[in-house]
């Protein structure tokens, strides 16, 4: 039991539709899992948890929860009070009028308790995640994290079949950040149905997640877990994310040419369309042709200088644009600046290569 | 400056006046007249009544006017709103041509269930609501608009129905709007003049509220019109203070 999701959806945001966002997703959170949503700003993770939540209709495909459809256009939509999703958003939205106890007794009390049994199962749940003492509080006398806490609480004592976490502790400062992934991490434990976490945070997914998906450009670009995905690349945010060097080529033999035509020569022959991959630390730089083994070797241009602690990041032009990142003293030794023209080089054994 | 400082006293100066002719020690007794107390007592009955009517009508329309989704939205709210920029004259006639015994939908009440708005009490309230009400619903309207909608998603995703959200989550969150609303509307049903001497007109007991007795009072006993203008100031000056946070603290 999963939750399912198979859609596509088209928003346009603004009054005269300035930004259009595109979205196609497909992806499968198993029960008893934290799955990961990773993600640039503002490519629509938020928007596809609206879309599981029900506050959003998705145009095409279907979402199901449990087997259970949720929406499937044209003929099935459930209404949002009917999903049984429980969610904790950035920004909390306790109810500013309703005192920590009664936040969380509101779902309870809308599933059809008494006030009495409603307030009764709301400490119980106050209780479990830490904060029973501010039962009494109202939300604008919290502080980040006790809000959070209360939050969860609240989402958790509607007994939901799916959890939704919209960047959890994006709020959140660094100390009462780690705290609260801390004991996110055992609160999620326990719970039984599918977790998505919404985050653009490599470190709260590493931390939460069972599984990660990488959603660009409103598509999954791919799944797994965190190790998987980060060791195979497929896209230029994850190879950002890790601070490695992706290019797309195709191979023939151990040549690979690579989208911008230069040639790169690899160790292990392949055939195809692949991705290769290049620590920045394994690019060396010279001012005159370097000789010797490397097999690799080209002239090319600074284009930025990025200083880095005792390391210095090269960024390099054309004809292969990949970043190089040397010691603070090779960076003096070379005397470089911007606009310079180096030889750069990488030895075959370098160069990761994997299908695309 | 200068301008500023003469605009004030502009404004002062009537207070003054009306102060400075007030025979403080015969006060108590023009207050007790019993035409006083009538007029004091159908006011307040049919100005409460007036801005019970305001709520309880004026909500849905302005929850529908802030979120519904409505065509002609616009329209629906110019019309809404219209009397509060009509001279309240006007508004009366206008009533009076729509309820009177002689329209269509006055005969019809009339002889159907025996119910005569022109010259009644009840004229005097619906007068008062249609002047009123705008006043009320603008406010709660402006609420519900600047009202952050992810709470009522919230309160959804928690398993509310939309009744149970408007009652638990949004009415209590716009709360200190429908309270300043229904002031506003209040003060302005009690103040109301034109409206109900032309529709409801001015019989002692039944449609003569303070507004009337005030100018009544005028041509006849002037320090009984001044003891009910100051009656009328007082609660001007309530009404200023509750709603303080809302106007006079604007930064």
Redesign the interface.
Known sequence: MSLDLDFALVLEKGPRSVQRLDLSIRLVAPEGEVTALLGPNGVGKTTVLRAI???LAVDSGSIELEGRLLDRPPDVFV?????????V?QDH?L????NALDNVA??PR??GLTSRQARETARGYLERVGVGHLAASRPRTLSGGQAQRVALA??LA?EPRALLLDEPLAALDAGTRVEVRRDLLRYLADFAGPTLLVTHDPVDALALADNVAIIEDGRVSQTGTLAEVTSRPRSRYVADLIGTNLVAGTASGSTVTTESGAMLTIAEPRSGALFVTIAPAAVSLHRREPEGSPRNRWETTVAHLDPLGDRVRVQLDSPLRLVAEITGAGAAELDLREGDRVWASVKATEITTYPR | MAAATLTVAFFVAPLVGLLQRVDWSGLSGELSSPQAWDALRLSLICSASATVLAILFGTPLAWLLARGDLPGRAVIRSLVLLPMVLPPVVGGVALLSAFSLRSPIGGWLNDTFGIQLTFSSAGVVMAEAFVAMPFFVITVEGALRGM?S??E?????????RL?VFR??TL??V?PSVVAGAVLAWARALGEFGATITFAGNIAGRTRTLPLAVYLALETNQQGAIALSIVLLVVSLVVLVSLRDRWLMRT
């Open positions: 939540a029900g506050t209404v949002p009070e009917r999903r049984h999703i429980g969610i958003h939205l109810f500013p009028h309703l509101f779902g809308a599933r609240r989402a509607s | 952050d992810r709470f998603e919230a309160a959804a995703s928690l398993g509310a129905g149970t638990r989550v209590p969150m709360a």
